[in-house]
């Protein structure tokens, strides 16, 4: 997600929108055919022929191969339930109730009423409309609803004790009041919480000062719009680009529009542009583009763009994301993958020395702030699944992102380190490519041994948790397919991925299965990139039906909405319904392109050669040609007829090419002509599954020896974790804790009648009085001079650049053994979901580092609000430890000059 810059408005290039001139079709050197009755594909919701796809009614046609039209009409306002469940936020955090407890109204017009409206709703208490809904009864189109809430004990427990406890327990203080707003399942309405704010229509205001606040909301506004375009037709000059023809009209127009959006997505300034509705360069968008295609179609936009992205002391930018960014998020280097695919097209050893330096430099610090000795892997958050709720549980704040360890971002970081390892033998530093190496067979042994289920036949997700992390079981499409196309798993495992990973019906979801409660964005949706590569994954291995079902998924969008959209709707194929979308869409065009030159015709790209695997379904058989395709110091058409993946003869310009590789040093205008076998791979299977919502996540209570939990729907047992560990299973709401003589965390997990899991609940520490200790820190620096509340002891200390660069802390050890160590803070800088002005520190105990400590944002100007750090886990004998807290030329944030919090207390924890 681009977080607030794509809600601060609507931003739309003149570029996108200016007119063009149509120009004439170029015509094909393909023999036109006779259109076929038949289809060439089909599934159980849309069939694909040579020059159209239909879905139900809607029809997408090409007219000829620069010419779409589309009949396709959005369902989204459709049949919607006038249920609508809403609750309160207090400066965009779900802090009313806890999850899954909901405020219940049914917006259905009752005769004499006049407009829809809530009583009262006193904050924090729970109200259910009980009024029956009728059958066949839907949300009327464009119903307004005034939603009204009671602040008025809130405001009295400001004005006697300066703060209300919220039903966490945590103190809201009258000074960090700032907004309220209602979040729910109904559009306008929002579950996503952390961009609340920037939907000014969702706050509530008193404007007569009796505690009431109201707003009102329009519910199932209906667009004039109900589909992207009726008629696409080719207007800019793409002549300069590879020009392709096939045997399939539609797929041949489909090429056509994903080049000249490829040519519109470039900006005046000579960069990528992410899509028509989000300007800028995104880290990610732009990288995860050039490898798919840009770096072989556009490389010195690609390389201008890169370039966007360094900072000023040479490190790569990471994308503003959770908590301040670097280093809950550390997904940045895939730049590093992507520059290493424009050496490869380009051969250009300028670029090679320009880029080597700050990749391994930003390495360099990511060994230092995000590497897990413990594991091997790279803590921080998904790669480009960057919305929190989407897809954590709600419970998990930035600083348990920062420790969680995701599949895709790791692997992400075994390639980067590959890419260095391979630059560094290039430029003659053998021990850094030595080092770099090792470093990759590090990441990819933690990923084969911490995350490979066995009995799913797939890599999990993510480790998460805090003392102690489980594996999150659920299917993670991205890090599948990197896992794959980046050597990770073995061949033998990369086929088992691409046989059993969940594919729904309108393609991969970016996660499977769904997490209750939240709209469809990364959850509950296809992200065309992701679905690029996961055919690129599909082809490596030979798996015909996967890689044949992901052109398809690729194509089916593009040819009903005659644009490239970012996303859609997974359970349904929709454009609309997804909580933020874009036509244009960089990575999703380049994922049209990319499938065509590395996945059909099997481009692999090398330091000194190109070398051709070609892959065409036996469904598409035929002859197609690229023509005018680039290759450094050559143009080739290159001519591929058959089918299959083996290729029975090769040449160029009529002499056999050997090893399907053209050398680096061509020159000069040349014909490959590659034909292949008519041999269809050995069949594999697919994991075809329907649309699954797993079970809610328990919230659970400790009182009297016994956990505690509300039921959870859909959940026919629970699974009790202790310390990460299997430690029982129930069936009831409850459970008996045995007795222990050391520090223990539990977390329950629902599991439905499928077996599918919730996420684990948020850890709960059994009797941690015991085994905790708490150091002020006001005495170890100087004592912080802003207001803020809540803090214990007698103050608190400000870390800053300029202030306490380095704390001295003296902590007594009372017996030798294993403890967790982490910090009280407060940092205001900025909201919890965009911004990057994550504070980091590097723990010392003399000249060992034992770890980073991270305090990212808690939200704007909300310096009361208290929460922890990362906790570090180190060894400690019995005695006095003196601690340093510093900050070190590796801890600089993404901002470059603030990187502050407040530091209430130290905390040490004994484990066992």
């Known amino acids: 997600m681009k977080s607030s810059p794509r809600f601060a408005g609507v931003l739309v290039s003149i570029g996108l929108l200016s007119s063009c001139q149509m120009q004439k079709p170029t015509s094909s050197t393909v023999p036109q055919v006779v259109m076929p009755a038949e289809s060439i594909w089909q599934s159980e919701v849309y069939t694909v022929y040579r020059d159209s796809l239909r879905q139900g009614v809607a029809v997408g046609k090409a007219v000829s191969r620069t010419e779409l039209t589309s009949t396709y009409q959005s369902p989204a306002n459709e049949f919607q339930s006038p249920v609508v469940n809403f609750k309160f936020s207090i400066n965009g955090k779900d802090n009313e109730m806890q999850p899954g407890q909901d405020h219940v109204f049914v917006a259905v017009p009752q005769e004499h009423d006049g407009m829809l409206q809530t009583p009262p709703i006193l904050f924090g208490q729970q109200y259910v409309d009980t009024k029956p809904v009728p059958a066949n009864t ?21 004005e006697k004790q300066g703060y209300y406890t919220l039903y966490s327990g945590q103190k809201l203080y009258k000074a960090d009041f700032k907004h309220v707003f209602v979040a729910g399942n109904t559009a306008p309405l929002s579950w996503d919480f952390d961009n609340l704010a920037n939907k000014p229509q969702l706050e509530l205001k008193d404007a007569d000062g009796d505690g009431i606040y109201e ?15 009726r008629n696409w037709k080719q207007c800019l000059d793409v002549t300069g680009l590879p020009q392709y023809a096939s045997e399939y009209p539609l797929l041949d127009a489909l090429y056509n529009l994903a080049l000249e959006e490829a040519k519109r997505a470039v900006e005046p300034d000579g960069t990528f542009r992410t899509g028509k509705e989000w300007a800028g360069v995104w880290t990610r968008d732009i990288s995860y583009s050039i490898i798919l295609a840009q770096a072989l179609l556009q490389p010195e936009v690609a390389k201008t763009s890169l370039l966007r992205k360094v900072s000023k002391d040479g490190r790569i930018i990471q994308d503003t994301g959770t908590g301040g960014a670097y280093p809950c998020s550390t997904d940045r280097m895939i730049w590093a993958v992507a520059a290493w695919e424009i050496y490869k097209v380009t051969g250009e050893e300028d670029w090679l020395r320009q880029v080597y330096p700050i990749i391994k430099q930003s390495i360099e610090d990511d060994e230092h702030n995000a590497y897990d000795s413990a594991t091997g892997l790279i803590r921080g958050e998904s790669s480009f699944l960057d919305w929190r709720e989407q897809t954590y549980p709600k419970w998990m704040q930035p600083v348990d992102i ?5 599949l895709g971002t790791n692997a992400v970081h075994y390639q980067a380190n590959q890419v260095l390892a391979q630059m560094a033998e290039r430029l003659g530093e053998p021990t850094v490519a030595t080092k770099h190496r090792a470093l990759a067979q590090r990441i990819g042994q933690g990923i084969n041994q911490y995350f490979w289920q066995e009995q799913q036949g797939y890599y999990g997700q993510y480790l998460y948790g805090r003392k102690y992390r489980v594996l999150s079981p659920k299917a993670e499409a991205l890090g599948e397919a990197l896992s794959i196309l980046f050597g990770v798993a073995d061949e033998s ?4 991925v691409v046989a059993h990973t969940p594919i729904m019906e309108y393609g991969i979801p970016c996660i499977y299965p769904q997490i209750a409660g939240i709209p469809p964005y990364h959850n509950n949706a296809v992200w065309p990139f992701v679905q690029s590569y996961w055919g690129l994954a599909a082809a490596q291995v030979g798996n015909e039906a996967a890689f044949m079902e992901s052109l398809m998924a690729v194509s089916r969008p593009a040819a009903l909405f005659l644009t490239n959209k970012e996303n859609f709707v997974a359970s349904n194929g929709d454009f609309a319904g997804t909580q933020i979308n874009s036509s244009n869409m960089l990575w999703s065009l380049s994922g049209t392109l990319g499938m065509l030159y590395k996945g059909v015709f099997g481009m692999e790209f090398q330091p000194d050669q190109l070398v051709f695997r070609p892959f065409v379904p036996q469904a598409l058989q035929g002859s197609r040609k690229l023509t005018g395709f680039r290759y450094r110091q050559a143009v080739l058409d290159i001519q591929l007829t058959g089918y299959g993946r083996t290729i029975r003869r090769i040449t160029l310009d009529g002499q056999p090419l050997a090893g399907a590789a053209v050398p680096a040093t061509l020159q000069g205008a040349h014909t490959i002509l590659i034909e292949l076998a008519n041999e269809a791979p050995p069949a594999m299977d697919q994991h075809k599954v329907a649309h699954h919502v797993a079970p809610m996540t328990p919230t659970v209570r400790h009182a009297s020896g016994q956990l505690s939990w509300a039921l959870v729907e859909g959940a026919v047992a629970y699974q009790i974790l202790r310390n990460g560990q299997l430690g029982g299973r129930t069936v009831t709401t409850s459970f008996e804790v045995p007795t222990s003589t050391t520090y223990t965390e539990y977390q329950v997990v629902a599991v439905d009648k499928d077996g599918f899991e919730s996420f684990a609940s948020e850890p709960l520490a059994i009797g941690p009085e015991k085994y905790q200790q708490t150091i002020e820190l006001e005495k170890a620096g100087t004592r912080a001079k802003r207001a803020a509340k809540g803090y214990t002891g007698t103050g608190f200390v400000e870390i800053s650049k300029t202030q ?13 053994g294993l403890y967790a160590i982490d910090f009280r803070y407060a940092n205001g800088n900025g909201p919890i979901n965009t911004s990057n002005k994550c504070a980091i520190r590097t723990l010392r105990r003399g000249g060992q580092q034992l770890g980073t400590v991270v305090l990212p944002q808690r939200g704007v100007d909300e310096w009361s609000d208290w929460g922890y750090t990362n906790p570090v886990i180190v060894a400690l004998e019995k005695g006095t430890a003196v601690l340093q807290l510093t900050l070190e030329p590796a801890n600089e944030n993404m901002n470059g000059e603030v990187n502050q919090a407040m530091l209430d207390h130290l905390r040490l924890t004994r484990l066992p």
């Open 402 to 406: 920062y420790q969680s360890e995701n």
């Open 804 to 816: 306490n660069q380095t704390l001295t802390v003296r902590v007594p050890v009372p017996a030798a």
């Open 493 to 496: 495992r990369a086929k088992t």
């Open 138 to 158: 839907y949300l009327a189109p464009n119903t307004p609803l005034k939603i009204r809430l009671d602040m008025r004990t809130m405001l009295a427990a400001f």
């Open 215 to 229: 707003a009102t909301v329009v519910l199932n506004a209906h667009s004039d719009v109900k589909t992207t375009a």
